[in-house]
């Protein structure tokens, strides 16, 4: 699986839209961009994915480059309860039972 | 029902112990995962069930010994640990699909300490 590159911390005003960043330059075409967060104490908990196009949920945003080097989350509301650490992984689809594997991930803290 | 329930939630235990961690989804998921999270550190990957079957050890000490009794069960036995397993030990489960685009359920952990 591609290596990804995230900055270690991230601080946003309660309110404004988080950006969190996520660099993959060794990403494969067959290779999908994730992003899962973890509240303190707690389990990881998905947000998105997307292979090529931008996608969106009721929680985030997801906007892939054309190139597909680099992503980004968009939270657009932050609020204090989306203070956690914030995970962009980068993995192959395989047959049953995937390899999901962590980095370092982004401590993203928003302030009220 | 949408969740990954761990118990127990917290456990403490001596070096010479043996205690069980349990894991149930009822989501009908058919992969199941073991994760140990230190402080501070993400998760690492432990074992891999699919469909009932151990598909993936990491190198784990045989001090850890997993369990799959059926599809919506993942037990991990533990025996003769170290002080240095003291961990979050998480439970995920996913979709066992070909295509392998489906997010993960984690649930909540157990805090061990040995």
């Known amino acids: 699986d591609a290596k990804t590159t995230q900055p270690p911390s991230m601080d946003c005003a309660e309110g404004r839209a988080a950006n969190l960043p996520c660099n993959h330059s060794?990403?494969?075409?067959?290779?999908?961009v994730y992003w899962y967060r973890q509240i303190h104490s707690q389990g990881p908990q998905y947000i998105i994915h997307?292979?090529?196009n931008n996608e969106t949920n009721e929680m985030a945003s997801l906007i892939i480059t054309e190139d597909r080097k680099s992503s980004t989350l968009i939270l657009p509301h932050a609020t204090l309860r989306d203070t956690a650490v914030y995970y962009c992984i980068v993995r192959v689809a395989e047959t049953s039972g995937s390899r999901l594997t962590f980095g370092e991930g982004t401590q993203l803290t928003v302030n009220p | 029902d949408t969740e990954v329930t761990q118990t127990p939630k917290h456990l403490v235990m001596g070096m010479t112990n043996k205690k069980s961690l349990k894991c149930e989804q009822h989501?009908?998921?058919?992969?199941m995962y073991w994760y140990k999270q230190k402080a501070k550190k993400p998760p690492e990957l432990m074992f891999v069930?699919?469909?009932?079957?151990?598909?993936i050890n990491e190198s784990v000490p045989s001090r850890f010994s997993p369990e799959c009794p059926n599809s919506s069960l993942l037990n991990l036995h533990l025996h003769a640990l170290q002080p240095e397993d003291s961990a979050l030990y998480l439970c995920a489960s996913s979709q066992a699909q070909k295509q392998g685009n489906y997010g993960y359920t984690f649930g909540s952990g157990t805090r061990l300490t040995v």
């Open positions: 997307g292979l090529k």
């Open positions: 060794t990403i494969s075409g067959n290779e999908y």
């Open positions: 069930y699919s469909y009932e079957k151990l598909s």
């Open positions: 989501m009908g998921h058919r992969a």
